[in-house]
Each structure stands twice: as C-alpha cells, then as structure tokens.
C-alpha cells in the first residue's frame, strides 16, 4: 500500500482526537460496566438513562418523557425507548401517559429504583474519580470544560 496516497491526516494516532476519544470513551464505559456489572446488573447504557431519569426527577419540574431525555443525553430516541421497556420489566421505572401530550409516557424511578439509584451513583462516582484521577483537579476542570463547549457548539 502506498502511504503516499494515505486520506489519514495524521501519521501518529496519538495526535488523531476523534482515535482518541474514541478510545478514552472506550476505556471509560468498561470502567463503569465492571462496576455496574459485578453490583447492580445493569449495562452502562441502562445506567446512564436511569440516572439521568433520576437527575432529571430532582433537579427538573416538568415530567420525563422520552423526547426530553433523548435531548438531555444525546442518546437515539429509539435507544432510551428500548432501555426503558427493559428498565420497566426490572421494575426500576414506570410508564404513564403525560399530561400535557397523551401521545407521550412520563417516567419515574419506582421506589426500587430509586433505591438502587442511590447506591449506583455513589459507585460510579467513585469510578470516576479514579478513571479521571491521572488528569488532577485543575486539568479535570480544564477537560470538562472542553467537553461542554463541543456539546454546546455541535448541538
């Protein structure tokens, strides 16, 4: 092959961010399905849409539907909608019609669920704060703060 002819901008793939990213975000979610794994029995795609049910319930007044929740978290609509049948059939949320849209369901933590929430979150961040821990505090700061730009500017 011939490397003249190479469409990769990059030689080095330490220098390719989205190789990068790709690989730090790789690295991160087996972090958290170990630990979801091994105590919960939940993927990490479940846990990211629960816990956000459960941020979204004590920090928002409106109800969660799915619509919203595939906003707040980037996550396919389609995605949330077959995370929350198996959440629902777990017996960590329920389903009922909105009020504002009766074409929508609002979701809330059943009292397990919240439960479990309130173990799970504590673990993950604990998981967090040693994935994150080689970057120190200033530069963890630094980190999210480029983060929110490329949410805020790609949105």
């Given at each position: 092959?011939?490397?003249?002819?190479?469409?990769f901008?990059?030689?080095d793939?330490?220098?390719?961010?989205g190789f990068?990213?790709?690989?730090?975000s790789?690295?991160?979610d087996?972090?958290?399905?170990?630990?979801l794994?091994?105590?919960y029995?939940l993927?990490?795609?479940q846990y990211?849409?629960?816990?956000?049910?459960?941020?979204?319930?004590l920090?928002?007044?409106?109800?969660?539907t799915q619509?919203?929740?595939?906003?707040h978290?980037?996550?396919?609509?389609?995605?949330?909608?077959q995370?929350?049948?198996?959440?629902?059939?777990k017996?960590?949320?329920?389903r009922r019609?909105?009020?504002?849209?009766?074409?929508?369901k609002?979701?809330?933590?059943?009292?397990?669920?919240?439960?479990l929430m309130?173990?799970?979150?504590?673990t993950?961040?604990?998981?967090?704060?040693?994935?994150?821990s080689?970057?120190?505090?200033?530069?963890?700061?630094?980190?999210?703060?480029?983060?929110v730009?490329l949410i805020?500017?790609?949105?």
């Amino acid at each position: 092959m011939d490397k003249s002819k190479s469409p990769f901008v990059q030689e080095d793939l330490n220098e390719d961010t989205g190789f990068l990213l790709l690989q730090t975000s790789r690295l991160w979610d087996e972090f958290h399905e170990r630990a979801l794994k091994r105590h919960y029995n939940l993927s990490s795609m479940q846990y990211a849409v629960l816990a956000s049910v459960y941020w979204c319930l004590l920090h928002n007044n409106k109800e969660i539907t799915q619509t919203f929740l595939a906003h707040h978290t980037k996550i396919d609509p389609m995605t949330i909608s077959q995370i929350f049948k198996v959440l629902e059939k777990k017996g960590y949320i329920s389903r009922r019609t909105n009020s504002e849209d009766i074409r929508a369901k609002s979701v809330s933590l059943t009292d397990t669920g919240e439960a479990l929430m309130q173990k799970a979150v504590a673990t993950i961040a604990n998981t967090d704060t040693k994935f994150f821990s080689i970057l120190g505090k200033e530069r963890t700061k630094m980190f999210n703060q480029c983060m929110v730009a490329l949410i805020n500017d790609n949105d």
